[in-house]
């Protein structure tokens, strides 16, 4: 069975500061990692998803991600974020060739001015 | 574009009443999903069909949650008698993708249906 965790339930940072999302994961088994957002009273839409080769992954509105396998992490990263980047993200795991999506509990990123 | 429309957005239902809740995928998807999402938490998997053929019913939380897709198109996720405890905002979500491929294709997903029950 897979599992992921998110290791900041909330991580506040100032507008145009770089952010780092932290995520984890377990697996017996290779995996697909993917990252979410959600805003408020929305569904989920995908940033950036790991499949298999390059280890940096780059998504939209500026995100990306680096695979690390020998510490099964996938973190998330911005160099610079902005007041509209305030939202939920979610990591999320799928094994390989399957089709079920574990999610983390998700990290609230807060950008103040 | 049209993308995976749920309703009712919202509903609130009496304790033992049956719910149905609707998912209009994307045209075209063969792959449809629902989750749950409790409040505070991720998204948890209740089940998963690939047209019409519903492969994975192992998240749904009791015998009382049931969901179709007849046609293999639209979906229904059905609570009977419902708790408490199934308050919650119910996710769909579509993906061109299917099979071993279904990672390759992301999901789309809707604006949920948040459930409130007294």
């Known amino acids: 069975a897979q599992s992921v965790t998110q290791l900041d339930s909330q991580v506040p940072v100032f507008e145009e500061a770089p952010v780092e999302l932290r995520c984890n994961y377990s697996?017996?088994?290779?995996?697909?990692l993917f990252w979410y957002v959600q805003y408020p009273n929305q569904g989920l839409q995908l940033l950036l998803k790991?499949?298999?080769?390059?280890?940096l992954v780059k998504g939209i509105n500026g995100f990306e991600a680096e695979f690390n396998k020998s510490q099964t992490s996938f973190h998330l990263r911005k160099p610079s974020v902005h007041i509209s980047d305030t939202a939920e993200y979610f990591c999320?795991?799928?094994?390989?060739?399957?089709?079920?999506?574990?999610f983390g509990a998700g990290t609230r990123l807060f950008v103040k001015a | 574009g049209a993308g995976v429309s749920q309703s009712p957005r919202y509903k609130v239902a009496k304790r033992g009443q049956d719910v149905a809740l609707r998912c209009d995928p994307i045209?075209?998807?063969?792959?449809l999903f629902w989750y749950q999402q409790a409040l505070g938490q991720g998204p948890e998997f209740l089940t998963y069909?690939?047209?019409?053929?519903?492969?994975?019913k192992s998240g749904l939380p009791s015998d009382r949650f049931f969901a179709e897709r007849p046609e293999g198109s639209v979906s229904t996720l059905k609570i009977q008698r419902t708790q408490q405890e199934d308050s919650a905002v119910y996710l769909c979500?579509?993906?061109?993708?299917?099979?071993?491929?279904?990672?390759?294709?992301?999901?789309?997903f809707g604006d949920g249906t948040r459930l409130s029950i007294l």
């Open positions: 999320a795991v799928m094994r390989a060739g399957g089709f079920k999506t574990i």
């Open positions: 790991y499949l298999s080769g390059s280890t």
């Open positions: 045209s075209g998807h063969v792959s």
């Open positions: 979500a579509s993906s061109a993708g299917r099979g071993i491929g279904i990672g390759n294709q992301p999901q789309h």
């Open positions: 697996s017996s088994v290779s995996v697909y």
């Open positions: 069909f690939q047209n019409e053929a519903q492969l994975d």
